[in-house]
């Protein structure tokens, strides 16, 4: 009879647990902490829904030969929302959040890859072909290097 109690104890705290770190909010910064809290509150306004922010923080470090900045990833096609299977991304991709020294950059992104080419580490973000002057369906890609304290891209404008 004992056992039988403490099994179920162990379990009732395994449930517990588990309800708690699917709605736990984990980031390092405060920035990603506002991303993340923002996108969970618009989750639970949308029919009480319950929200996971999965694995969408991730530290990087950019860099060339012009410096170095350490940054967070917030990856909004990690998310998931019970009560909304589309809210966090559309056809031409999701919320890609950098942040550096406190700033916010966002990107529409398909997906994101670090690219060491030499001594620098770009980022390489999968974009939209419309953001590339393309039709939508298009392949396009967005390189981001850290340089004399900013991000440098080049991309052609969308039409």
Same mark, same amino acid.
């Given at each position: 009879?004992?056992?039988?109690?403490?099994? %179920?104890?162990?379990?009732? $705290?395994?449930? &517990?647990?588990?309800?708690?770190? #699917?709605?736990?909010?984990? =980031? +390092?910064?405060?920035?990603?902490?506002?991303?993340?809290?923002?996108?969970?509150?618009?989750?639970?306004?949308?029919?009480?829904?319950?929200?996971?922010?999965?694995?969408?923080?991730?530290?990087?470090?950019?860099?060339?030969? %012009?410096?170095?900045?350490? $940054?967070?990833? &917030?990856?909004?096609?990690?998310? #998931?929302?019970?009560?909304? =299977? +589309?809210?966090?991304?559309?056809?031409?991709?999701?919320?890609?959040?950098?942040?550096?020294?406190?700033?916010?950059?966002?990107?529409?992104?398909?997906?994101?890859?670090?690219?060491?080419?030499?001594?620098?580490?770009?980022?390489?973000?999968?974009?939209?072909?419309?953001?590339?002057?393309?039709?939508?369906?298009?392949?396009?890609?967005? =390189?981001?290097?850290?340089?004399?304290?900013?991000?440098?891209?080049?991309?052609?404008?969308?039409?």
């Amino acid at each position: 009879m004992k056992r039988a109690k403490f099994v %179920f104890a162990a379990l009732l $705290a395994s449930m &517990v647990a588990v309800l708690f770190c #699917s709605t736990t909010v984990l =980031a +390092s910064s405060q920035e990603a902490q506002r991303i993340i809290e923002s996108a969970a509150a618009d989750c639970k306004d949308f029919e009480n829904g319950e929200f996971d922010q999965g694995d969408s923080v991730t530290e990087i470090e950019l860099r060339s030969q %012009f410096g170095t900045a350490k $940054a967070e990833l &917030v990856d909004e096609s990690q998310y #998931s929302c019970s009560s909304a =299977a +589309s809210m966090y991304c559309g056809t031409g991709g999701c919320m890609l959040n950098l942040i550096v020294d406190g700033e916010i950059m966002s990107w529409q992104a398909t997906g994101w890859r670090l690219i060491d080419w030499g001594p620098d580490r770009i980022l390489l973000i999968g974009r939209d072909g419309g953001w590339c002057g393309g039709a939508g369906a298009e392949v396009c890609y967005e =390189a981001l290097v850290w340089s004399n304290g900013r991000i440098l891209t080049v991309g052609s404008a969308p039409e």
